[in-house]
């Protein structure tokens, strides 16, 4: 058990790294379904936030405490092993499960990955993968650099290598660093009104947004430097 108090959580935290999170402890006991318990202050917060969905059941959900669960999460969490070369029998009732209770129909084939930006990146890769050999390109030394990837404005995608080309939400995370020049087109986003009901003509912005797309592509065609597109991405948050 950790012996760190509450008190002293973030002064220990900011001697070795950034600190610019919530000003509370999360207290991974006594936080309960969407109820964030501050260790430091005793409050308890309605949780909004869910880890940016990464925590989708809520806090200590009666299921992950059952005794045989924790034994078998704890067995794996110890070794960690490189799933991609070592198979287990937790591993295979874990992509069973998954696939038999979670995949949509017609989805058969899985490629496991843990974190967004990473998810975002290998879609992405699967699809210049897809591109290139629907190209007919097999000669791993082309300039593949004609593949592109349609994006939108105001879009967070992750800060790894692919996804810097595409977030669009903060310029002081991304800005220093090199980038693919790939098309940006406005986002046709819906915005409500205190009733719930969409109050801007979103069918306006899909014409605008299919406009600049056609003027990327127009300008492309002009300076005879044809660019193919792999794929759109879209993350409705
Ligand atoms: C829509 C969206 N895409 C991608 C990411 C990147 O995920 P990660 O921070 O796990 O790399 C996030 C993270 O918040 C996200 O909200």
Partial sequence: MTTIEATDVHEILKK??????????????????????????????LDCFTCYASWPLGYNHPGLNEASFEKELLTVAKANPSNCDLYSSHMASFVDAFATHVSPEGFDHHFWVAGGSLAVENCMKAAFDWKARKLGRTNFHDNVNDLMIVHFDHAFHGRSGYTLSVTNTLPDKVGLFPKFHWPRISSPACEYDHDGNICNDVEALEHQALA?????HESWSRRGNYKHIAAILIEPN
């Avoid at 950034?18 to 005793?42: C, Y």
């Avoid at 600049?212 to 990327?216: I, M, N, Q, T, Y």
């Fill in 16 to 45: 070795h790294q950034l600190t610019d999170g919530m000003d509370i402890v999360l207290d991974l006991e006594q936080s309960t379904g969407p109820w964030v318990h501050d260790s430091r202050s005793g409050d308890k917060f």
């Fill in 212 to 216: 600049e797309l056609r003027a990327f």
